[in-house]
C-alpha cells in the first residue's frame, strides 16, 4: 500500500495546543448566519432558502438546511481547519482538500459507498455585509467570517461547504438495533476502506495530505498523558494510565505496530456517523463525517467502529462485547484482517475508550456548557471497565474477549434474510446472570459419550465414489466446500450428494491446446489410470492484453516469473482486465464420454495483495469483490464468485439430476 515515507511528528504539547485552539475556535454561527452564508454564496436570486436545525457535532459546527426543496448539510468548519486551508500554499493541500478528494473517490460506483459529496458555489458575486464569503479556487467551499466559541477570537475566517444531504436517519437515532444491522455497518465500513486504500494507492498528494498529526489518531494515543488529570475518578485514572503504559510497553517500544498495514483511515466510524435508510430493515444508506480521516495504521479503523459498537443502542443494552464481535465479523468478511491486527484489538478498543473518555473530560472542562460532549462520557466508561479494567483483574475475562473476536473472524455466514448469521455472538456482558448456567453447555466438556453417527454418514459409507485427480488438500478442501454450499452464496444447501468425493495424486503427461481440448484428454487419461470416475480441474488465468496468455500454461508462468513477473507482463498495456477460468471435466469411467463444465470469473489484473500460499489469488481482483483479491478475501466470500465455484457448481447440478445413470456407469 502507497504512503509516504516520513511521518509528521509530535508531541503532548503539540496535542495541547491543537486541542485548545479546537475548542477555542469551534464555530458557533447562528441560524439567521447560516441563511446570510447560503445567499451570499450557494444561492441565486429568487431561490426558496429555509435553515431547518443544527445538527450535533464535536468541533465543527454542522446544519441541515433546503434550498429549493432540496436537502442540504451545510459544515461549517473548525478555525484551525480553516486556518490551514486559508494559509496554504498554492501547491499544498490540507485537511479539507483531503475530505474533498475522499468524497469524490468514494462515490465511484464500483466501491458501493454513499457519502456526502460538496456542492459548487455560485458563480455570482454577491455582498451580504460581513458574510459576504470568497469562494475558493475550486469553486466548492467558501470562506466567511463568523462566531466562534471565544468572543476573543470571534468572527474569525472560517471554511464553509455545502455537502449534499443523505436521506435516511443516523443509527444513533434508532430506537433499537439488531445485532445483524451492527454487523451490515462493519460490511459499509469494510467497502469504505477498500476504497479507501485505492485512494492511498493511486492519489500521492491525498497520502500527503493525510501524513499529518491529528490528536484523535489512534498511534498518537499517549499523547493523552497531559489530560489523564482533568479524569476525576482515581480508580479511573489509573484504569486509563494501566492502557497507556500497555500501549506503549506492547505497541511502541515493543514494535507491534510496526506489522500493522497502513492506509487513509475514516477513522470515525461512530453511531452518529453511520446514516440508515430507516429504522426497520437495518440497510445502510451511506457514511458522513471524514474530518478525523489521516494516514495511520488500517486496524484503527475498524477498533473504531468496534469501540463505537459497544457505546451503541444496541451495546449499551449490556451487550457491549457482543456488539464489537458482529461489527468485527462484518468488517472482516469484506476485509480481512491479518491474525496480528487481531491479536491487538481489545488494546486498540480499550486505547480508543481511553482517548475518548480522558479528552471528553478536558473538553468539559473548558466548555461546561455543552452537554454533547457528555453523550459517550458514562458509556464510555463502561465499556473501558468492561474491556480492560475487569480483565486486569480477571485474566480468564481477557482471553474470552480474544476468543470472541477470533470466533468472529473464524465464521461468516448469511442468514435467510441476506443479513449475517450473528447468533453465535449474540451474548450478554458478563455483568448479566445467566439463569441457565447449571445446564449451559461449555465448550471444554468432554465427559459426554460419542455422538452417534447419524443415517446419512452411515449411508456416505456405502455411496459410490468419484476421484478428484489432486494431491493438493487445500484444494481438495475448497471443492469439497463449494460442492457442499448449495447455490455457494447462502446457508441453504442442495440435496445431499449421491457420491463421495475422494482425491488421488496422478502424474499425467504435460498437454498443450485450448483449455477445453485439455481438460478433456486429462480427464480421458486419469480414469483409465484410476480405473473409475474421476473428476480433473484446470485453471486458467488470461490477460486480455495478450489475447488471453498465459491462459492453461499460468503455472509455469507462476514458477518462472512470479507474481510481480506476471504483472510487468503486461506493464506496457493501458489494459489491465483478465478473467479466472476453471474447466472441470467429469468421466464416468474408462471409456465413457467426457463432459466439460467452464466457469470464469472476471476482473482486474493488479499488483500482489493478501496471502500468498495459494498461486496466483494475489494479483487477480474480480470486478464483484468490492476491491480485494482473491487472496484477501474470506473463503466464503470466494466461493461465491470464483470461476472454480462456478464451474463446479455446474458439475454438482449435473451430479444430482443424472445420479442414476452415473452410478449405473460407476458400477
Known amino acids: 500500500m502507497s504512503q509516504p515515507s516520513n511521518e509528521t511528528k509530535t508531541s503532548s504539547s503539540s496535542l495541547a495546543s491543537d486541542e485548545e485552539m479546537r475548542k477555542l475556535l469551534k464555530p458557533s454561527p447562528s441560524a439567521d448566519d447560516i441563511l446570510k452564508v447560503l445567499r451570499s454564496s450557494y444561492c441565486n436570486d429568487g431561490d426558496d432558502v429555509k435553515v431547518s436545525k443544527q445538527l450535533e457535532s464535536y468541533d465543527d459546527c454542522n446544519y441541515l438546511v433546503e434550498i429549493n426543496n432540496t436537502k442540504y448539510i451545510v459544515k461549517v468548519h473548525n478555525g484551525v481547519e480553516s486556518g490551514y486551508y486559508t494559509n496554504k500554499k498554492n501547491d499544498d493541500g490540507c485537511h479539507i482538500d483531503l475530505m474533498k478528494k475522499i468524497f469524490r473517490h468514494l462515490n465511484k460506483p464500483e466501491f458501493k ?97 493525510a501524513n499529518h498529526y491529528h490528536a484523535w489518531d489512534g498511534k498518537n494515543t499517549l499523547d493523552i498523558r497531559k489530560f489523564v488529570q482533568y479524569i476525576d475518578k482515581q480508580d479511573r485514572r489509573e484504569m486509563v494510565q494501566s492502557v497507556l503504559d500497555k500501549f506503549e510497553t506492547t505497541l511502541v517500544k515493543g514494535g507491534a505496530s510496526e506489522q500493522f498495514r497502513k492506509g487513509i483511515l475514516q477513522s470515525d466510524f461512530n453511531d452518529a456517523n453511520i446514516i440508515m435508510k430507516n429504522d426497520i430493515n437495518g440497510e ?67 486505547a480508543r475508550l481511553s482517548c475518548s473518555a480522558t479528552l471528553g473530560a478536558y473538553s468539559y472542562h473548558m466548555n461546561p456548557s455543552n452537554k454533547y460532549l457528555l453523550l459517550h462520557a458514562e458509556p464510555a466508561w463502561t465499556a473501558l471497565d468492561l474491556i480492560w479494567g475487569q480483565c486486569c483483574k480477571n485474566p480468564g475475562m481477557a482471553s474470552a474477549i480474544d476468543n470472541l473476536f477470533y470466533v468472529a473472524c473464524k465464521k461468516t455466514s448469511t442468514s435467510s434474510g441476506g443479513l449475517f448469521n450473528c447468533t453465535d455472538l449474540s451474548i450478554p456482558d458478563p455483568c448479566v446472570v445467566d439463569l441457565l448456567e447449571s445446564v449451559r453447555k461449555h465448550g471444554g466438556d468432554t465427559s459426554e459419550p460419542p455422538e452417534k453417527r447419524t443415517k446419512i454418514q452411515e449411508e456416505t459409507d456405502t455411496k459410490p465414489s468419484i476421484t478428484f485427480v489432486t494431491g493438493n488438500k487445500k484444494k481438495l478442501e475448497e471443492v469439497k466446500r463449494i460442492l457442499q454450499a448449495g447455490d455457494g452464496k447462502t446457508e441453504k444447501k442442495v440435496e445431499q450428494l449421491s457420491f463421495v468425493i475422494t482425491n488421488q495424486k496422478i502424474d499425467l503427461p504435460e498437454l498443450q491446446g485450448s483449455p477445453v481440448e485439455i481438460a478433456k484428454e486429462k480427464c480421458s487419461l486419469a480414469a483409465k489410470e484410476v480405473g473409475g470416475a474421476v473428476i480433473t480441474e484446470d485453471t486458467s488465468l488470461c490477460f486480455n492484453a495478450l489475447n488471453n496468455l498465459p491462459g492453461p500454461y499460468i503455472k509455469w508462468f507462476l514458477d518462472d516469473c512470479g507474481l510481480d513477473g506476471l504483472n510487468n507482463m503486461i506493464a506496457f498495456s493501458e489494459d489491465k482486465t483478465g478473467y479466472a477460468q476453471t474447466v472441470v471435466a467429469f468421466c464416468p469411467g474408462p471409456g465413457e464420454d467426457t463432459i466439460i463444465f467452464d466457469g470464469r470469473t472476471h476482473g482486474l489484473i493488479v499488483p500482489p495483495r493478501g496471502k500468498l500460499d495459494f498461486g496466483w489469488d494475489p494479483i487477480f481482483q474480480p470486478y464483484e469483490s468490492g476491491g480485494l483479491t482473491y487472496a484477501e478475501m474470506s473463503k466464503e466470500g470466494k466461493d461465491a464468485i470464483s470461476h472454480r465455484s462456478r464451474a463446479f457448481l455446474q458439475l454438482r447440478d449435473h451430479l444430482s439430476k443424472e445420479a442414476d445413470t452415473i452410478k449405473a456407469k460407476i458400477k
Open 284 to 350: 445502510i444508506a451511506g457514511v458522513i463525517d471524514f474530518g478525523d480521516s489521516t494516514l495511520s495504521w488500517r486496524v484503527l479503523d475498524i477498533s473504531v467502529a468496534m469501540t463505537y459498537a459497544m457505546l451503541s443502542v444496541y451495546g449499551r443494552a449490556n451487550r457491549g462485547l457482543s456488539a464489537a464481535a458482529a461489527m468485527l465479523r462484518g468488517f472482516h468478511s469484506i476485509y480481512p484482517l491479518t491474525s496480528h491486527e487481531q491479536k491487538h484489538l481489545r488494546l486498540l478498543i480499550a
Open 113 to 209: 459507498v454513499k457519502t456526502s459529496l460538496p456542492m459548487p458555489t455560485t458563480n455570482v458575486s454577491k455582498k451580504d455585509g460581513e458574510h459576504s464569503g470568497a469562494s475558493t479556487e475550486d469553486g466548492f467551499s467558501s470562506i466567511h467570517k463568523l462566531p466562534v466559541v471565544s468572543a476573543s477570537h470571534s468572527p474569525h475566517q472560517l471554511v464553509v461547504q455545502l455537502l449534499e444531504y443523505i436521506e435516511g436517519i443516523p443509527m444513533s437515532s434508532c430506537r433499537s438495533l439488531s445485532i445483524e444491522t451492527i454487523a451490515s455497518a462493519g460490511i459499509y465500513l469494510g467497502r469504505v476502506c477498500v476504497a479507501l486504500d485505492d485512494l492511498t494507492n493511486n492519489d500521492e498528494q491525498a497520502c500527503k495530505i
